[in-house]
């Protein structure tokens, strides 16, 4: 089944304590992108990766890395969470057409909660 | 910038109604325009995707127009269901990156 995932679904943590959250899609898609979703604020990016080795800021990259050693794979890096990154975060997957990311396929989401 | 926004922010309507979401964007240069839905606790189901160069696409019941010039699109429902309740989202992305930019939703309530 054509899917992206993520782990944990769910995850209390406290502040300071460097935590990764997988994303993982096997659908061959180029384009990947993590995304915080907050109430009041809706969805905003993080940071997103067009292939191997290439990532950029989102609108909202401060306090999070991102790697993409590999085609399916493109973990969230939270080396010191503070509360205000308390969120639900999502990863999403596209095909790259013609060098620009195309329909977007969703994670089913991870709420984080940092104390 | 470009910013997104969304309107009505909530929509309550019988159940067969035809209605219409409507999403609006500040910058005409956009690359593609995808609407979602996404129900409560739950991720992003993807609607339909509309390129640039295209006027409207239709899945179903659902129709998404496109009017760049203007900054508007719009999500036709056709004889709504109790089922189509959920909130419903744009996302834009501005031709010159690959950035995304989401509206805020519309949340959308079909009473049997």
């Known amino acids: 089944e054509a899917q992206v995932t993520q782990n944990p679904r769910y995850l209390i943590t406290v502040t300071g304590k460097k935590l990764t959250v997988t994303c993982s899609q096997n659908m061959n898609h180029e384009y990947m992108s993590w995304y915080r979703q907050d109430p009041g604020l809706g969805l905003r990016q993080i940071y997103y990766?067009?292939?191997?080795?290439?990532?950029d800021k989102g609108d909202v990259p401060e306090g999070y890395k991102v790697s993409r050693k590999e085609k399916r794979n493109f973990p969230l890096i939270l080396e010191s969470p503070s509360p205000n990154q308390t969120s639900l975060y999502f990863c999403a997957s596209s095909f790259s057409v013609r060098g620009h990311y195309n329909e977007q396929f969703f994670g089913p989401g991870t709420r984080l909660t940092v104390l | 910038k470009q910013e997104v926004t969304q309107i009505p922010a909530a929509l309550s309507v019988p159940e067969g109604e035809n209605l219409v979401l409507n999403c609006s964007f500040t910058d005409s240069a956009i690359y593609n325009l995808q609407w979602f839905r996404q129900d409560p606790g739950k991720g992003l189901t993807s609607l339909l995707l509309i390129q640039s160069s295209q006027r409207e696409q239709t899945s179903g019941r659902l129709n998404a127009s496109l009017d760049k010039s203007s900054g508007r699109s719009t999500l036709y429902i056709a004889a709504s269901q109790p089922g189509d309740s959920a909130t419903y989202l744009c996302a834009v992305s501005p031709s010159a990156t690959d950035k995304v930019i989401f509206g805020p939703g519309t949340s959308l309530s079909v009473i049997p």
């Open positions: 990766s067009m292939n191997v080795e290439v990532t």
